[in-house]
């Protein structure tokens, strides 16, 4: 098991003293960490942004709003596997955006991985509520994206599908998008009605840029208490120049 997700099984088992985590933990896996007797202390680390990507060479895409990538990858788009398919929903959503007539092809993390469920949290919570309430999807589909894409663990294997098509779409944490450089095409994203913003590490920091996310570490509050290598390493961490390797590692 890889992700989040599956991260915080194990954590919740015992079986990690740390647990990184690109979302806060869940009342259901909380939950599970108190069954077990497990407590934790939750600590903010970095801010990160979620990159949505395609190829350099897909000119007609530049930006796209929530709208757009309700349209495109949520729960009602299941079949679409052309852009211009997804135009209808997208209008009806109230998107302005010009969808182009070229093939879709999506790679992106799985349900598994905390950037799958911070993106579907922040790009589509609101929306499918409003379709739910609607009567457009269920109340289980809220939470949930079309399953007919390729799902993956690996960021890099997100990227190399970017690279391998001309116009495919997917999404990433921002340091492995800005690592992959020019062979892949970073859009603009809006939410609203506002302004369409590039992720950088500024708009990242200062939230302008609308997919931006805050990372987290768990301690097991026992083991930083047993083990004076959890507590130490912890305190490293915090240190300035344990967070002077945010940078380096490409988040903010």
Known sequence: ISGTGGGFKKFCRGET????????????????????GIEFIELKVAFDGISVLTNPANDAVEC????????????ESEGVDNWADAQALATELGSTTELPDVDLS?????AESGTYDSFLEIAFKSIAEGRAEAGKITEDQIASSRNDYASQAD????????????TPLGWVGFAFAE??????????VSKEGGECVLPSAEAIADGSYPLSRSLYIYVNKA??????????YVDFYLSADGLASVAEAGYV
């Not at 003293?17 to 077990?36: G, Q, V």
């Not at 690592?179 to 603009?188: F, R, T």
Request: proline letters at 4%.
């Open 17 to 36: 003293d740390i647990s990184d985590a690109s979302r806060p933990i869940k009342d259901e896996e909380a939950a599970a960490c108190a069954d077990a």
């Open 106 to 110: 999506i790679t992106a993390p799985g």
């Open 223 to 232: 083991k930083a208490e047993e083990n004076a290598a959890v507590a130490a």
């Open 179 to 188: 690592e992959a450089g020019d062979q892949v095409k970073e859009l603009g």
């Open 64 to 75: 796209l709003s929530f709208e757009d990538l309700y349209a495109l990858i949520g729960p």
């Open 155 to 166: 960021d890099t294997a997100i990227i190399a599908a970017m690279e391998a098509e001309d």
